[in-house]
């Protein structure tokens, strides 16, 4: 029996996108990938992914047009996968709200004014859209603050 559906190819647009979204693995691999982590061992180690679990996902967000494999032998971003970026914003504002994390957990900036976001998508501040070029995270995993890697064909 299938762990759940295939909605590949449902007339939702939501239902398609969680076809490949919904997946836990597919949002920390992508939370990875922003965090400019870009190789299998990287984001095997970062993740905590087996090898077949990895690359499983990797094929699947590689055909789901996610990610494309970079020249430097690791995989970037594609503007799609680029356009998830506010996904992972409203994961993170949502924990926040919920159940604020400890450590204070994933914090989002605007690169342009330096306001801490509280919106997924908008800069609260200079009302700007919080995309690659504009974010920075800070993660309390990685230390200092860090601008958000794009890698999408421009």
């Given at each position: 029996?299938?762990?759940?559906?295939?909605?590949?190819?449902?007339?939702?647009?939501?239902?398609?996108?969680?076809?490949?979204?919904?997946?836990?693995?597919?949002?920390?691999?992508?939370?990875?990938?922003?965090?400019?982590?870009?190789?299998?061992?990287?984001?095997?180690?970062?993740?905590?992914?087996?090898?077949?679990?990895?690359?499983?996902?990797?094929?699947?967000?590689?055909?789901?047009?996610?990610?494309?494999?970079a020249e430097s032998g690791g995989y970037a971003l594609t503007n799609a996968g680029?356009?998830?970026?506010?996904?992972?914003?409203?994961?993170?504002?949502?924990?926040?709200?919920?159940?604020?994390?400890?450590?204070?957990?994933?914090?989002?900036?605007?690169?342009?004014?330096?306001?801490?976001?509280?919106?997924?998508?908008?800069?609260?501040?200079?009302?700007?859209?919080?995309?690659?070029?504009?974010?920075?995270?800070?993660?309390?995993?990685?230390?200092?603050?860090?601008?958000?890697?794009?890698?999408?064909?421009?």
């Amino acid at each position: 029996m299938p762990l759940r559906s295939d909605w590949s190819e449902a007339g939702c647009v939501i239902a398609r996108a969680a076809d490949v979204l919904a997946d836990p693995w597919v949002l920390v691999i992508l939370r990875e990938l922003f965090s400019g982590r870009s190789r299998f061992d990287e984001l095997r180690d970062a993740t905590g992914a087996a090898d077949s679990v990895l690359a499983r996902r990797l094929r699947t967000m590689t055909d789901a047009g996610l990610i494309r494999h970079a020249e430097s032998g690791g995989y970037a971003l594609t503007n799609a996968g680029e356009r998830t970026l506010p996904i992972l914003h409203a994961y993170a504002g949502f924990t926040r709200a919920v159940e604020p994390p400890s450590d204070g957990g994933l914090r989002i900036s605007c690169t342009r004014c330096g306001t801490e976001a509280v919106s997924a998508d908008w800069c609260p501040t200079c009302a700007a859209p919080l995309d690659a070029e504009s974010t920075t995270w800070m993660r309390p995993s990685m230390g200092e603050p860090f601008p958000v890697v794009g890698g999408g064909p421009r």
